[in-house]
């Protein structure tokens, strides 16, 4: 998508439309996939990042375009954190964090997953975590015995409580 986006901005706007259009309920469709292929096009594409961050982030936002489907949740709590790697401030600037927070409480325990891991790739947040809200959401996930099977920027890993726990306290 970068390299798309480098070469013909247009056509690169228009496959991130269609990501968008593939949240709207009206599309008909569920849109598996699309919280993730939206936020790894923004991670590698500086222009599109500019355009759609703003967008992006608004879908885990109660007063924005928030998507209820905790499936389509899942990919764009993942994403936050995917996006946070690189644009850490701007995410942090565009309240991102705080709406992954909001999300420690969903009934998907893979969103409250999801949140936790993206939550703990806001390096300059670490300390400043309200650990009584996270400590509640990882007791919730150990109690379920959770893990999960996710793509961490660099390898596929299956990560545990136990793993959260250290990535956010360590």
């Known amino acids: 998508m970068s390299r798309i986006a480098e070469a013909e901005l247009e056509k690169a706007r228009v496959i991130i439309r269609r990501l968008m259009w593939m949240f709207n309920e009206e599309s008909g469709g569920m849109g598996w996939g699309v919280g993730e292929g939206y936020a790894e096009a923004l991670f590698h594409s500086e222009k599109l990042k500019n355009e759609y961050l703003q967008i992006y982030l608004s879908y885990l936002w109660p007063e924005g375009n928030y998507l209820e489907f905790p499936p389509a949740q899942r990919g764009l709590a993942w994403g936050i954190g995917r996006l946070a790697q690189k644009y850490e401030q701007e995410v942090i600037n565009l309240s991102g964090n705080e709406y992954l927070t909001l999300h420690l409480n969903s009934p998907d325990p893979t969103v409250c997953f999801l949140s936790l891991w ?53």
Do not use: H, P, V
């Not at 007791?139 to 793509?151: E, I, Q, S």
């Open 118 to 170: 993206s939550l703990a790739q806001f390096i300059s947040l670490k300390n400043s975590l309200n650990k009584e809200i996270i400590g509640k959401a990882l007791k919730r996930l150990a109690d379920l015995d959770w893990k999960y099977l996710l793509f961490d920027g660099q390898s596929i890993k299956t990560y545990t409580t136990k793993d959260l726990e250290n990535l956010l306290f360590s």
